[in-house]
């Protein structure tokens, strides 16, 4: 669920990178999920 929304809004251009990154420290999303949500790895951002 969380992943859906937030993929959507970071392609929508409504997130940023940090506001994906907020995803993972808050345990809404992996890390898995956020580099494929956005083509990086998570320890680089």
């Known amino acids: 669920?969380?992943?859906?929304?937030?993929?959507?809004?970071?392609?929508?251009?409504?997130?940023?990178?940090?506001?994906?990154?907020e995803g993972v420290r808050c345990r809404k999303i992996t890390e898995q999920e956020f580099k494929t949500i956005t083509g990086q790895d998570y320890a680089a951002v």
Do not use: G, Q, S
């Not at 992943?3 to 994906?20: G, N, P, Q, S």
């Open 1 to 21: 669920m969380w992943y859906e929304r937030i993929k959507r809004f970071y392609d929508a251009d409504l997130w940023t990178l940090d506001m994906v990154a």
